[in-house]
């Protein structure tokens, strides 16, 4: 919302200047009035726009999502598998440095899996390491509303960390399966999950695969709830519909809930049940779908 508040002080602001410049009389150029209401009202914008981004960019992790305390309890269990050290929950603008280690661990195992191929022919942006902002997940899976012996699937499940707090917020759950590509990040979420069940003794059961999602042995049939960080996985020209994931989720039985960020699943397979736009106002500016399958 912020954004589109922002968004539209930056066109009525440009509109405005537009106007003056374009104002005449019999051939004159604007008046000193009309530049003067122009300029002060801009000033006004330009400050409220300042303001909107200073709340925009508040620092990462204050939150804006409210969390029950068992959400934010669960939430907590997993975060200190993950960043285990001060230093890793250090806060940064790309996440904590626990997270940031992560993803330079990530570049590597991504490059192990390039190194001696075709750059033709291997996957790359679409490998792209992040882990989603916890309370955002929260949010999404609320309104996805998991039911009891629900089997969840996170497609691209890197180090497993939305994959452990799916199981750690919602217990109810049947199952929650992780499918990551990269061998060497798949290996990592291995050794978090072999924490959970200290960490989280309530927590749901998780299996984790090493393969590629659009591969067919990746059986998805059963799935209530699939999570996909898609931010950038591959879309259509449009830049924005999902492409391979949308493929893949034909699988999907009906009424199936799937929760995508930035990316969008074509209409009217799917139904858009809920938008969260950058729930936090941290520099990660995320938006979060959840669709249902509608046939
Ligand atoms: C942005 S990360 C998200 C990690 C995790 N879901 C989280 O939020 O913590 C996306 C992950 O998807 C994996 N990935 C991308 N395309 C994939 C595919 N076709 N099959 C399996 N994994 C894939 C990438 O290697 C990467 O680890």
Same mark, same amino acid.
């Given at each position: 919302m912020q954004a589109e508040h922002i968004e539209a002080a930056v066109n009525f602001g440009s509109q405005l200047l537009a106007y003056s410049d374009e104002f005449t009389i019999g051939g004159a150029k604007p008046t000193v009035?009309?530049? #003067?209401? +122009?300029?002060?009202? #801009?000033s006004a914008l330009t400050l409220g726009l300042f303001g909107a981004l200073g709340l925009l960019l508040t620092k990462p992790g204050t939150g804006k999502i409210a969390l029950s305390e068992e959400e934010a309890s669960a939430l907590e269990a997993v975060s200190s598998l993950y960043d285990v050290t001060d230093a890793d929950k250090a806060v940064t603008e790309r996440g904590t440095a626990g997270e940031v280690k992560r993803k330079q661990a990530a570049e590597k195992f991504k490059l192990d899996y390039q190194r001696g191929k075709d750059v033709r022919e291997v996957r790359?942006? #679409?490998? @792209?390491?992040? &882990?989603? *902002?916890? @309370?955002?997940? +929260? +949010?999404?899976? $609320?309104?996805?509303? !998991?039911? *009891?012996? &629900?089997?969840?699937?996170?497609?691209?499940?890197?180090?497993? $960390? %939305?994959?452990?707090?799916? @199981? +750690?917020?919602?217990p109810e759950l049947g199952e929650c399966v992780g499918v990551e590509f990269l061998a060497g990040l798949h290996k990592q979420a291995q050794g978090y999950a072999s924490k959970l069940s200290r960490a989280v003794p309530r927590a749901a059961p998780v299996r984790l695969v090493n393969a590629d999602f659009c591969d067919p042995s990746v059986d998805i049939s059963n799935a209530g709830i699939v999570f996909a960080y898609s931010t950038r996985y591959a879309t259509a020209s449009d830049g924005i519909t999902l492409t391979e994931l949308g493929e893949k989720l034909k699988e999907l039985p009906k009424g199936a809930r799937v929760i995508t960020t930035d $990316?969008?699943?074509? %209409? !009217?397979?799917f139904q858009l049940i809920k938008q969260i736009n950058d729930p936090n106002g941290d520099l990660q500016l995320t938006t979060g779908f959840v669709w249902r399958k509608a046939t």
């Open positions: 009035q009309l530049s #003067t209401a +122009a300029i002060g009202i #801009t790359d942006k #679409t490998l @792209a390491y992040a &882990e989603v *902002e916890g @309370a955002l997940l +929260a +949010a999404l899976l $609320r309104a996805a509303a !998991p039911q *009891e012996g &629900e089997v969840f699937f996170d497609l691209g499940s890197g180090m497993g $960390r %939305a994959l452990l707090s799916a @199981a +750690a917020l919602h $990316r969008r699943l074509r %209409a !009217p397979d």
